[in-house]
């Protein structure tokens, strides 16, 4: 009635989503040992009883949660990066609580958020959220102000991408259904399923699904149109291609029957679909 190693992991993989799937089980040769008497025997067996596996679960659950809180949500590579950013300041730099010095908080919200230094309105929001991060601390700043502090802004710059998207979708009147397929266009031609924002290449790919873009003149209107849509994002230190951004690039498209566009992919959806129900979405789900 005992689980192996391999199985414990693959247990893991489908209740925990963690770790990645592609990442190899552990060897039949090294069980997963808990702490207490009965370690010695599990680790000769190589198994451990279903109610054992629950509560290794259970740790490991805690343990992630508790890795979570503490670097802010961010994952472990990320954590890294901040800390790496921490460690960059120079010992004699902090102050005496060991926090950043207050000549260097300057230079580090500059880093944080580029735009602060050019714009009033930006500015005032790094010295917000400077202030929202420090509070709990006396005005230190040390490493987990710094992670908090790339929480709020990381929380906010998201809060700003939902509210224009949320725009976007009311000025091209795409309905729900709409919207949703191209959702699913969108993320798909996204090199991983935690990425926001869209590559010039990844936009004409799908693009070229319908009107194959050849030349350099197709290329350089799809790139000012590409260029310029990103040029619109405001409030932003990382401008993205995000869904927004691609939805109006797609409504322009269809508005200006780009070289076609409108009819080709009517084409394809009369010769996939059999009927003329297809929603305008399918000018690029067609021609996958």
């Known amino acids: 009635g005992g689980l192996?190693?391999?199985?414990?992991?693959?247990?893991?993989?489908?209740?925990?989503?963690?770790?990645?799937?592609?990442?190899?089980?552990?060897?039949?040769?090294?069980?997963?040992?808990?702490?207490?008497?009965?370690?010695?025997?599990?680790?000769?067996?190589?198994?451990?009883?279903?109610w054992q596996a629950e509560a290794a679960l259970k740790?490991?659950?805690?343990?992630?949660?508790?890795?979570?809180?503490?670097?802010?949500?961010?994952?472990?590579?990320?954590?890294?990066?901040?800390?790496?950013?921490?460690?960059?300041?120079?010992?004699d730099r902090r102050d005496a609580s060991g926090g950043i010095h207050c000549r260097e908080i300057?230079?580090?919200?500059?880093?944080?958020?580029?735009?602060?230094?050019?714009?009033?309105?930006?500015?005032?929001?790094?010295?917000?959220?400077?202030?929202?991060?420090?509070?709990?601390?006396?005005?230190?700043?040390?490493?987990?102000?710094?992670?908090?502090?790339?929480?709020?802004?990381?929380?906010?710059?998201?809060?700003?991408?939902?509210?224009?998207?949320?725009?976007?979708?009311q000025e091209t009147q795409f309905s729900p259904s709409e919207v949703d397929e191209f959702r699913a266009i969108f993320c798909q031609a996204l090199p991983h399923k935690t990425c926001l924002s869209m590559a010039f290449h990844e936009f004409s790919s799908v693009v070229s699904r319908i009107v194959p873009v050849r030349g350099r003149s197709m290329e350089r209107e799809l790139q000012n149109l590409y260029e310029e849509l990103?040029?619109?994002v405001e409030g932003a230190d990382d401008q993205s291609f995000g869904f927004g951004e691609f939805l109006l690039a797609m409504h322009r498209l269809v508005q200006q029957n780009w070289h076609g566009i409108n009819d080709v992919a009517a084409t394809i959806s009369t010769d996939v679909a059999g009927s003329s129900g297809e929603t305008r979405a399918s000018v690029a789900a067609a021609g996958e």
């Open 4 to 50: 192996s190693a391999s199985a414990l992991h693959e247990l893991a993989v489908k209740t925990l989503d963690y770790p990645p799937p592609d990442q190899a089980a552990p060897p039949e040769e090294a069980p997963v040992a808990a702490p207490g008497p009965a370690a010695a025997e599990r680790a000769t067996s190589g198994a451990m009883s279903i």
């Open 230 to 232: 990103l040029n619109l």
């Open 106 to 169: 300057a230079k580090l919200l500059a880093k944080v958020f580029p735009r602060s230094t050019t714009s009033a309105e930006e500015h005032a929001r790094a010295r917000a959220l400077f202030h929202q991060a420090v509070a709990g601390s006396g005005g230190a700043m040390r490493l987990f102000e710094l992670l908090l502090l790339m929480r709020l802004a990381r929380d906010d710059t998201d809060r700003t991408r939902l509210q224009r998207e949320l725009s976007l979708v």
């Open 59 to 91: 740790l490991h659950r805690a343990l992630m949660a508790d890795a979570m809180r503490a670097n802010q949500c961010f994952d472990a590579a990320e954590a890294g990066r901040f800390k790496a950013m921490y460690d960059g300041l120079e010992r």
